[in-house]
């Protein structure tokens, strides 16, 4: 693990300091909340079960019925996950109302934003995020760390695929990344294009085809940690010597931690960055079940979950932490 | 046409297809130790236009160190004279060396003129030395890549015949920057006294 910097060391410290102070009485004043929703969502269950015995009853009645069919009885059950799922989003959402600005106090300058919107122009150059139609923004926080413009956006990306069937041709909407997409502007410009990705889960949709336009502009560059080249299966650019620049060893140190920390944290399916002009953009893609900025879970009580709302803040530190790695605040060395 | 014809025939095609693609793959890797070393080159120069105005700085506020100042403004000239491309590497390896030798004694110099180390001008040169460092040990590393890249190439079989036969030659050395200081091995101890 890297040692880290002063500034980062203070945030954790006040970060400590502000949750104690400011946001563990605002937990426990907000506890009752979590109580009446995981008490909505206790009847929920206690209805699906009910639905399911009900089933299972009028199979077991029934004088024709198949050994599979009490299968159906589950699907009720099923819907128990749902719920549950749904009442902690909920949760979530009144939290992060209430609360996400007293837990990014510590930050200084990030705050949750009501502008929902990723340039889509940049997002779509980047060519780290497939072909999309149209993409949904649920949540937003920005904040300057380092004099670096840093945003964090979920995202829900969205294509319309054509499929073919019985002879016909239908449209379908189909979700091709859900997960994060961290932008940060910086005081440097890279003249090449560098791209990272760690394909920790593998999907149908291939590297080449987001690179049918211009496959042949970006080259693989052969790095000497063979370590690094197992946490990022791709490593393309084209500019060989600027890719060695950013990812220096440090660096690489940096982005293996990050990586692993987040595919232990979340589960991250995908993992990629690219470097362009003056943004680094990060698409972190996670199974859309999994919220990356949840900030306390429905089972626990609220005051208990120093872990949970823990986990949020590293998030955030991890993700800004290059920003010290790769000294994106200093103006020089932009060629 | 017979079945033998023409699984001859594609036979043929596909060793002509293979010898070409080797040839492609050895005159490739040649000219990307061309591109790699012009790499080098132009973040050297850069080096080399930074250089003046730290000098310049130093010279102001580093009357001790006025020797140290006149040896790296010759070996920069000396430098300036070499001319781009892979055949004189090793001059530019030693006078590379010489040189970043010479920058580090100047830089830990600098700790002892307090106005000196507190003047803007001269901290921002020394953030923009430090970057082009930086920069040349990614064009370091983008070449030795390909040196090594090279040297597979020349020394395997098959692609070696077709390098042998173009006189291409892997005889070319890695840019190591290591001087005898940076390969000792660290004494812990000294940091913690």
């Avoid at chain 1, 719920?83 to 902690?88: G, S, V």
């Avoid at chain 2, 080098?40 to 160190?65: S, T």
């Amino acid at each position: 693990m890297l040692k880290r910097s002063e500034k980062i060391n203070a945030i954790e410290r006040d970060f400590r300091l502000n949750y104690h102070s400011v946001l563990l009485p605002h937990l426990k004043r907000m506890e009752f909340i979590r109580v009446i929703l995981y008490f909505i969502f206790l009847i929920c269950a206690l209805a699906l079960v009910s639905a399911s015995v009900m089933l299972c009853w009028a199979f077991f009645n029934s004088a024709s019925t198949e050994p599979w069919e009490y299968l159906l009885a589950i699907i009720p059950l099923i819907f128990i996950f749902s719920a549950h799922r749904f009442w902690e989003l909920i949760l979530n959402i009144i939290l992060k109302k209430k609360l996400l600005n007293y837990i990014l106090v510590p930050f200084k300058t990030f705050k949750a934003d009501k502008i929902f919107d990723i340039p889509s122009i940049q997002l779509k150059e980047s060519k780290i995020i497939e072909k999309y139609v149209f993409k949904i923004n649920p949540e937003r926080i920005d904040g300057v760390y380092r004099g670096v413009n840093i945003r964090f956006n979920s995202a829900l990306l969205f294509d319309i695929v054509s499929t073919f069937s019985n002879g016909k041709r239908r449209m379908k909407i189909k979700n091709v990344f859900s997960g994060y997409i961290v932008e940060m502007d910086m005081n440097k410009t890279f003249s090449g294009h560098t791209i990272l990705e760690s394909h920790l889960i593998h999907t149908d949709e291939s590297f080449l085809d987001r690179f049918k336009e211009n496959y042949y502009e970006m080259e693989e560059v052969e790095l000497e940690d063979p370590d690094f080249k197992k946490h990022f299966t791709t490593i393309k650019t084209t500019d060989q010597v600027e890719a060695r620049y950013l990812l220096n060893p440090a660096m690489m140190e940096k982005l293996k931690d990050m990586e692993s920390a987040f595919s232990r944290m979340f589960k991250l399916t995908d993992f990629r960055l690219s470097f362009l002009d003056k943004k680094v953009m990060i698409a972190m893609k996670v199974y859309s079940a999994n919220n990356m900025l949840k900030l306390c879970s429905l089972n626990k009580p609220l005051y208990k979950q120093d872990k949970e709302i823990c986990a949020f803040k590293d998030t955030l530190l991890e993700t800004i932490e290059i920003v010290d790695e790769l000294d994106l605040d200093e103006k020089i060395g932009t060629y | 046409m017979s079945m033998t014809m023409i699984i001859a025939g594609g036979a043929a095609l596909l060793l002509v297809f293979w010898l070409y693609s080797t040839y492609v793959n050895v005159i490739k890797t040649r000219n990307k130790v061309d591109e790699a070393m012009s790499s080098i080159d132009v973040n050297l120069k850069k080096r080399y236009n930074i250089l003046p105005n730290v000098l310049f700085l130093a010279n102001k506020f580093m009357e001790h160190e006025r020797s140290l100042i006149e040896d790296i403004t010759k070996l920069r000239t000396s430098a300036l004279q070499l001319s781009s491309g892979v055949h004189n590497v090793q001059d530019k390896i030693n006078l590379n060396n010489e040189i970043q030798k010479k920058m580090n004694e100047l830089f830990v110099s600098v700790e002892n003129y307090p106005q000196l180390k507190s003047d803007n001008t001269m901290v921002q040169a020394m953030k923009t030395y430090t970057d082009v460092e930086e920069h040349i040990a990614a064009a370091r590393r983008f070449y030795n890549a390909a040196v090594r890249d090279l040297k597979n190439v020349v020394q395997i079989w098959p692609s070696s015949m077709f390098a042998a036969s173009m006189g291409i030659s892997g005889d070319i050395p890695y840019f190591e920057t290591a001087s005898e200081v940076e390969r000792a091995p660290i004494n812990a101890q000294n940091y913690f006294n």
